[in-house]
């Protein structure tokens, strides 16, 4: 009998075999009904061809509350979103207990695309010491935003789908995606001192100006007056009617009956013939006598009124 025949129908079968998958993620789903709103948004971003082409591939599947953050968001944006909930490997409940040093670094299908920057495209998956496992982004400084919630479905060493409690979104995209769970927190703006405007500068320093205000004037413009009040009526006496100076009074200290040249009172004077009327020698005499007391008296007011 020729095997010939036979055994290159068995190699050709063993090479057609895995390009077909052994599983179908839409029909896994599909018996999931909390899980349908993420089974829909699969198909309609293409991920679920992909994923269906894989022979070694884990989904962490959000229910349809969780799912719901990110499901108006646009249809490019969903399918980077949900390509980092594909991990390129396979882990099940008991792999997943069970990492090496409490914590691992997972490649995704968002990664493999080539349009992930940095470490968005990986996940961080760390055993915590209650025991809960818990998932974020590989980005550093991101935080662990979901937990392992429990195993939908597994084929083993194929594929498995792990339900966890919330949406991954890469720090790259949480600008953009409408979920809460975005791993860095919000930078807040400074609060505005108000300490400037409760001290100002006092305005009750500058006091010395008002000394000078309050410091009386010397009462000089009274006693200025006197002199010539005291002078007036003196110098209306000098000139009396008549030219005669007999009732002026001597100024003190000079003898009143002497005459203009030091002689007696009594003595004759050259011009003695003169009529008074004319303003003779001895008139004008006594003129210049009256005319040096009522300066005397006015000088003596004027330094009274000083004092």
Known sequence: MDLAPAASLTLFLSLLFPLVAPYNITN?????????????????THLAADINSR???????????????????????????????????????????????????????????????????????????????????AVAGSSLTANFVKVLATQPYNISVLQISSVIVPPSLSGGASSNHSTKPPASSPTPTAAPKTAPAP????????????????PTAAPSEAPSEAASPRASDAESPGGKTDDAPAP?????????????????????????????????????????????VAMGFAMLGAL
Do not use: C
Not at 66 to 76: H, L, N, R, T, W
Not at 205 to 211: G, I, N
Not at 274 to 288: I, L, N, T
């Open 28 to 44: 896994m789903l599909a018996q999931l009904p909390d899980f349908s709103t993420f089974n829909d948004l699969l198909t309609q």
């Open 203 to 218: 305005r009750s320093s500058p006091t010395p100006t008002a000394a000078p205000k309050t410091a009386p004037a010397p």
């Open 252 to 296: 003190s200290g000079a003898p009143a009956s002497a005459g203009i040249d030091g002689s007696p009172a009594g003595a004759p004077s050259d011009n003695a013939d003169a009529p008074e009327g004319d303003g003779g020698g001895k008139s004008a005499a006594d003129r210049v006598g009256a005319g040096v007391v009522g300066l005397a």
């Open 55 to 137: 022979s070694t591939i884990t989904i962490l599947a959000v229910s349809n509350g969780a799912v719901s953050s990110v499901s108006d968001e646009p249809i490019d944006t969903i399918k980077k979103i949900l390509s980092l909930h594909v991990i390129l490997d396979y882990y099940d409940d008991n792999k997943i207990h069970k990492i090496s040093n409490h914590t691992a670094i997972l490649t995704t299908l968002f990664q493999a695309s080539g349009g992930a920057a940095g470490q968005n495209g990986f996940l961080n998956v760390t055993n915590m010491e209650n025991g809960q496992i818990a998932f974020g982004s």
